[in-house]
């Protein structure tokens, strides 16, 4: 084996930079990096909405490392709309660590019309992702026909066996109260993580769960669902918190769900609800969809456009020759 000795480099023939990263401020570019963040504004974002998603986007562009301005702006754009997505379509809270979720990021990106954008704003999002300590996912999108695909059958019978299998009154509470919540009332995950016991009521041979926040609702629990909230109310708790009990640190909540999830032992909450979604789309109105969905209009519905149903012509005509008379 050739010995090999180290020696001092030397100096190189062309003056070098340090590399910028937005943390530091004593490097080169940090100065002109902040000036192009800080002066960023989406054109088509309305002012009311930029404010809501502004520190969320600055805040995150701010920790990945400075290549170049074309990558920078890259960067901003696809974080601006991954937060949009975030509170319009999928109803997630503006958390780093659940949006730059690699799940997450497929998921938003799916909802592009462009698959060329997508696509960039997938590999950029992935990477700010990396630089914040998740682990490296494949850059490459998965064919999939909507932002949020509901389980499948087969899916969710998986699923309902794995939670059954759970010993510990932690894991058995936290799991079945997110397929009652969000399957079973469509809950998003940020109404779950906010939902307390007091919240759920028993009605007959069922529940009613009044929920709070952005979108105050009064839901019930779909019957074959029911059996999942039952299972999750057994686990006595010392709080008044519907999963995350004794946990009352909302990003503690945030990270001990995730981490869990990541794992594959706890459900998915964004897949729940479209499952649920898929489900009441066949017997509510659009109207009614909209309220108890928890959206803010009808244009949130498109992902779900595929599960809409209408009654037929023979039902359908007289219904609307009398609409006048019809009591809503």
């Known amino acids: 084996m050739t010995e090999q000795h180290s020696s001092p480099p030397s100096a190189p023939s062309v003056p070098l930079l340090a590399v910028a990263?937005?943390?530091q401020k004593t490097v080169h570019h940090a100065a002109e990096v902040e000036e192009l963040i800080m002066a960023y504004r989406p054109t088509q974002t309305p002012s009311t909405e930029w404010a809501a998603i502004r520190p969320f986007v600055?805040?995150?562009?701010?920790?990945?490392?400075?290549?170049?301005?074309?990558?920078?702006?890259?960067?901003?754009r696809a974080l601006t709309r991954l937060a949009k997505w975030a509170k319009s379509t999928a109803l997630l809270p503006l958390e780093a660590d659940i949006l730059l979720d690699a799940d997450t990021i497929a998921e938003a990106c799916h909802s592009y019309d462009s698959r060329n954008i997508a696509r960039d704003h997938q590999w950029v999002l992935l990477r700010a992702a990396e630089e914040r300590g998740q682990d490296f996912s494949p850059r490459s999108l998965k064919d999939r026909n909507r932002s949020a695909l509901p389980l499948t059958e087969m899916e969710l019978a998986a699923t309902a066996t794995r939670i059954a299998t759970f010993t510990q009154d932690r894991d058995i509470r936290m799991a079945n109260m997110a397929m009652g919540l969000s399957g079973g009332a469509g809950l998003t995950f940020t109404e779950l993580l906010a939902a307390k016991t007091s919240d759920i009521v028993p009605d007959g041979d069922g529940y009613i769960v009044t929920v709070h926040g952005e979108a105050p609702r009064t839901v019930a629990v779909l019957r074959s669902w029911t059996i999942y909230v039952d299972r999750a109310l057994q686990v006595t708790t010392a709080d008044d918190w519907a999963i995350c009990t004794g946990v009352n640190h909302k990003t503690s909540r945030l990270k001990h769900y995730l981490n869990r999830r990541r794992n594959r032992l706890y459900p998915d909450c964004l897949r729940l609800r479209s499952t649920w979604m898929q489900q009441v789309c066949g017997v509510l109105t659009v109207g009614e969809l909209v309220y108890a969905g928890g959206y803010r209009s009808a244009g949130s519905l498109g992902a779900f456009d595929s599960y809409l149903?209408?009654?037929?012509?023979?039902?359908?005509?007289p219904i609307l020759r009398n609409a006048p008379e019809v009591t809503r």
Do not use: C, E, K, W
């Open 21 to 23: 990263h937005y943390g």
């Open 58 to 76: 600055l805040d995150v562009a701010r920790t990945v490392p400075f290549i170049n301005r074309t990558q920078t702006m890259l960067l901003l």
């Open 309 to 317: 149903l209408r009654r037929t012509d023979d039902v359908l005509l």
